[in-house]
């Protein structure tokens, strides 16, 4: 069925904005058109069939993506946007890419980022982690200058500036100790206290089993994620990026088979279409496309396979498969009256439970990543309120005393990109799928290193090679090679 | 008759339209005497609308690029008299004033010219900086973290300090003594919770914090993380109900109080 998208509609930015093509659009209610209006109607109607004319479809096509697009990102979540949004800005000249975002559910209603808790900290081990969260903790102070749109608000991503507190036990504390080098060496502002001072500053902490912590100064703390989501996307609507709400379906791909230097077989894939199938419909558009961007989260490894990523027999090249996968955590928000005051960071304790001060009521939000035997099923983001009772509870009330009495207020759940491998980012094209490019599989610190991973993929696809930050080490290849780059705290 | 001759009337416009895109359609709609010159300035800005975006856009970056370059550093000046010289005619030429230990106070004149009598002194510290309505940001912050003997300090209605540089204060922690965020647009109580590394504080003012969602809870939170220093500003009683006409109130209701 001959259907293009209208044909001006998809013109540079100009009917991005929709302008003629909603004011073609208020034509068609035919109807309260007297006689002249009519013959008009059917008069425009056959000169857009005939040709040397406009192409304009009787029906309405503004909810299908456009048939063709240079780059397709497949997530409209904060690493989706946030690369369409670096495309855009380092794209020369203006104008020059055509970018299709894909987002599966508008409301985001289990989008990770959505459902995010919202910290930034830069106390990592790995230093490419490091230096994503610097980035974008700069990119969050300035983000009034990166996105402003003219005649818009600005925008107030809440950024509470409180520092995180990361506490280690005996057997711990050499590591944290020679992280908090790593960390200085990139320019984190981190100190480390000894059990003393920190029962001197935060006399409601009980410093049993504690022998080091490290507290990060500045730059570090939490904000409102919607916020920066819907300003990204804001922005990034008003540079002309199409959105679609759709799912993608299907990857139509060609192969080609080459020869390694050293005589082995190889295929090349190269994606052509990317099938989005229209929400609510068995309405699906083609989409012939450049570039395939996998953004989609905890569900990036069901893209993968689809585009044939991991087909082949275990152990080769072909046949890795992406190791991210849905893992559901538990976040849960409690009332404590006498519980700690202002000062209150974003507490990590040596047994992985954390938590955080929320508003100015004597709330606080935290929460414990469970062990892999503990897993929870991720079908469904149903909160278990008995793992509270085991296992948040027990250790935050010994950690502080003032936590016996609370009362939880509410609960809720969110799935990580968890990378089953080693727990950081794949950035990057995949080795063998040419044309298709990773962000994702952060595994819990995908907000904090957005925007900085955004311009990553951005100064590879515009580029070739990163340019800012060298993110080499989380290239696809490692899950084959078997080299982990591995962090050494993760909540 | 109207039928024949329309479609003749017809052909005309839409050959227009196809040729000349938007302006057609909109030349093809009559408009009416009174506001054609008013139409035709809006409808000329209109044809025009990415030149006057990129135009809005300019502006609003050299608005920008003013208070960046007022927010320089004089490392000049910081190498050859040091650090409190250098913070000190960063003030100044902000317009604020400068109170050097044992001195009095240097303030700028209305034209903002100043005297340069302080770079003779020889590593005498800066006690006391009065910022107030100067446009200083979180760069600009950096000249003045350089006083590492700083008592007091007065942000009053600085438009461009906000929580992100009260997260910064801490290396004045051992000096600064009286701090005085008066009226400034941009802070909130999440930059207040910062200001606990401030242990030797013993004067903070905070009224007249617009962004603050609840002036009397926060002044008491911060009374409560800063138990050795005096708060001024929001009344804690602020955003209570009022008590006895709550209370006549509740008498009338049936329900036994």
Known sequence: MLRRALQLGLGRGLLG?????????????????????????????????LPGGAWNPPYDTSYLPPEHSDVVIVGGGVIGLSVAYWLK??????????????????????ASTALSVGGIRQQFSVPENIQLSLFSVEFLRNINEYL??????????????SGYLLLASEKGAAVMESNVKVQRQEGAKVCLMSPEQLRNKFPWINTEGVALASYGMEYEGWFDPWCLLQGLRRKVQSMGVLFCHGEVTRFVSSSSHTETTSGEEVTLKRIHEVHVKIDRSLEYQPV???LVINAAGAWS???????GVGKGPPGTLQGTKLPVERRKRYVYLWHCPQGPGLETPFIVDASGAYFRREGLGNNYLGGCSPTEEEEPDPGNLEVDHDFFQDKVWPPLAQRVPAFETLKVRSAWAGYYDYNTFDQNGVVGPHPLVVNMYFATGFSGHGLQQAPAVGRAVAEMVLDGHFQTINLSPFHFSRFYLGEKVQEHNII | MAAPRAPLHLVMPVWNRGTRGIRGLSRAVALEGSQKKGRSLLQFLADRFYDVQALREYLLQKQVLKVHQKNRPFTYI???????????????????????????????????????????????????????GCAINYQGLDSLLALKELQSLWLQRCPHVDDWCLGRLHPLANSLQELSLAGCPRISERGLASLHHLRNLRRLDISDLPAVSNPGLTRILVEEMLPSCQVLGADWAQGLPSGPEEQSQDRASPIPA
């Open chain 2, 78 to 132: 910081k190498e050859r008299f040091g650090p409190h010289a250098a913070g000190a005619y960063f003030i100044l030429k902000q317009g604020g004033a400068v109170k050097f230990q044992g001195k009095e106070w240097i303030r700028s004149d209305a034209h903002g010219h100043f005297s340069l009598d302080f770079l003779k002194f020889q590593a005498v510290p800066v006690e006391a900086v009065d910022a107030s």
């Open chain 1, 288 to 290: 012939e496309c450049a």
């Open chain 1, 89 to 110: 800005r380092l794209e020369k000249p203006r104008g020059a890419i055509r970018v299709l975002v894909v987002e599966r559910d508008h409301t985001y209603s289990q």
């Open chain 1, 148 to 161: 402003a749109v003219v005649d818009d608000p600005p925008l107030d991503i809440q950024f509470n500036p």
């Open chain 1, 301 to 307: 490894g069901q893209i993968a396979e689809l585009a």
């Open chain 1, 17 to 49: 904005r929709g302008l003629l093509g909603r004011g073609l659009g208020t034509h068609r209610g035919g109807s309260t058109l007297d006689q002249n209006g009519k013959v008009s109607e059917i008069k425009k109607k056959i000169q857009s069939v």
